[in-house]
């Protein structure tokens, strides 16, 4: 799927031509949160396109990961809401977030270090198993059909990322790059709308970020999702993001298509710094 014409919708945002006649899978307005004295995040409004590759970019402290902690009720938002498929994630968990169809990698890999791959893949279908706990225990009424079900899927996950090989293997023991793969295939598993990745490109080299765009084309390209990233790869975002919202002191200061946030003043002094006026 080719990057489409990017068009506006109410929330003074835009969304890929192809999404705008549906509801967006995730929409924020006036989202804000306060610590203390301190305004982390404010007046957030943005939408995200059903099948979208959107980009959250900052420099450094501008409050990009807090708002992926906003949006997967982490935290709780001092003002304003966030809709997660037309309906409000007010008051809900993380997991029951997880349930309406959010998921999310981190910028540390967090991983089941001494489970195996594939076990820690199948953690991400628990939102798909429904056997009643009795069942579990004593094996009976499909529980033994609903675990072969869990393999095959975990495995068609691992297949996808040219993991299948590994899936013995512990999570701990693998390559650095093979990590992060594991991770987004386990955000995956939980059936999301819409996947949030917090910096996956770090500390990748150039071979494996150039394996990550490709990778993150067929995620939505397969799964009919949309993806969310924080990223500082500059290449990266601007090759694969479609819409971009950029961050600076928890306020939107950008909103647009990569070639627009190129050549946005406000964009390159927040990363560059304001010139001096020559003396």
Do not use: W
């Amino acid at each position: 799927m080719a990057k489409d014409k990017m068009v506006p919708v109410p929330s003074n945002s835009i969304v890929p031509e192809r999404d705008v006649d549906k509801t967006p899978i995730l929409e924020t307005h006036h989202l804000g949160i306060d610590f203390g004295g301190l305004t982390a995040v404010d007046e957030l409004t943005l939408a995200v396109g059903r099948t979208e590759i959107a980009g959250l970019i900052g420099p450094n402290g501008a409050g990009k990961t807090t708002v992926f902690n906003l949006l997967t009720n982490v935290y709780q938002p001092t003002r304003g809401t966030i809709m997660l498929d037309g309906k409000s994630t007010a008051r809900k968990n993380t997991e029951q977030v997880n349930r309406m169809g959010i998921a999310r990698t981190f910028q540390n890999i967090r991983l089941f270090s001494n489970m195996s791959v594939l076990d820690n893949v199948k953690v991400g279908l628990h939102n798909s198993i429904k056997q009643p706990l009795i069942s579990s225990i004593t094996r009976l009424f499909g529980y033994r059909a609903s675990e072969k079900k869990s393999r095959d899927e975990a495995m068609e996950l691992l297949k996808f990322f040219k993991m299948e090989d590994m899936a013995n293997h512990q999570a701990g023991s693998l390559p650095y790059g093979a990590q992060r793969r594991l991770e987004i295939a386990r955000a995956l598993a939980t059936h999301p709308g819409i996947i949030l990745l917090d910096e996956p490109a770090a500390g990748m080299n150039p071979s494996e970020t150039a394996e990550l765009m490709e990778n993150i084309r067929r995620i939505r390209d397969n799964f009919n999702i949309a993806v969310m990233l924080i990223e500082h790869d500059m290449n990266l975002v601007m090759n694969i993001c479609e819409g971009i919202c950029v961050l600076d002191h928890g306020k939107v200061i950008a909103k647009g298509t990569p070639e627009e946030i190129k050549s946005n003043p406000k964009v390159i002094e927040a990363y560059l710094g304001k010139k001096k006026e020559a003396k």
